[in-house]
Each structure stands twice: as structure tokens, then as C-alpha cells.
Nanobody, 121 residues
Framework: QVQLVESGGGLVQPGGSLRLSCAASGNIFSTNAMGWYRQAQGKQRELVASVTSGGSTNYGDSVKGRFTISRDNAKNTVYLQMNGLKPEDTAVYYC???????????????WGQGTQVTVSS
């Protein structure tokens, strides 16, 4: 059993900053990639950012230059620093991890419960 628990969402004014955290726990053997997706009301879920265990990162075009993803491999934790927030960043943000448990391969995708980020004046 694997759990991903997010924290750090909330209400922020345009131009402000938030930091999201997500900790993975449970029967984890290895964590390949981790990252964040978001889903705004009435829209499809989209990639925000991801990072591999080796530190390679990937960002959605709409957040490049404003958001920074990082991870602590020892803690199986991923962070998302969000600066210069815009109203269009309003969405539910979901933590994602591609994880292998001690039961062995294959890796599978796990998701957090989501945390609301609202950017509004």
C-alpha cells in the first residue's frame, strides 16, 4: 500500500507564491518519477511539472519560469514552488508518483487526493 499526501494549497493573490509538498509513504521499494498535475474546473488534467530520481525535470509550458519542482529522494518527498501566480493557475493540484513496491515490478502510478490552489484578489 502506498499513500501520497499533499499539503500547502490555499488562497493567494495574483503575483503571490505558494509551496506545495507531497510525501509518499508505505511499501515503497523505489520511486522513479514524481510530479504534479492540475485540473481546473471543466478542463482536463494537465502536467504541471515532474522530476526523475536523477533530477531531470519537465514543466508544462504555462508554468515555465514561474514554478520550480524539487525532490528529496531520502524522504520520498516532492515540492512545487509556485511564484508569480495567476488566476489561471487556479485548480486542484494532484501529486503523482511512479513507484515500485516491495512486491516487485511493474512500477505503477499513484496519486494524491489533491489540494486546492485558488489565485484571486
Amino acid at each position: 500500500q502506498v499513500q501520497l499526501v499533499e499539503s500547502g494549497g490555499g488562497l493567494v493573490q495574483p503575483g503571490g507564491s505558494l509551496r506545495l509538498s507531497c510525501a509518499a509513504s508505505g511499501n515503497i521499494f523505489s520511486t522513479n518519477a514524481m510530479g504534479w498535475y492540475r485540473q481546473a474546473q471543466g478542463k482536463q488534467r494537465e502536467l504541471v511539472a515532474s522530476v526523475t530520481s536523477g533530477g531531470s525535470t519537465n514543466y508544462g509550458d504555462s508554468v515555465k519560469g514561474r514554478f520550480t519542482i524539487s525532490r528529496d529522494n531520502a524522504k520520498n518527498t516532492v515540492y512545487l514552488q509556485m511564484n508569480g501566480l495567476k488566476p489561471e493557475d487556479t485548480a486542484v493540484y494532484y501529486c503523482w508518483g511512479r513507484i515500485m513496491t516491495y512486491l516487485g515490478p511493474p512500477e505503477r502510478d499513484y496519486w494524491g487526493q489533491g489540494t486546492q490552489v485558488t489565485v484571486s484578489s
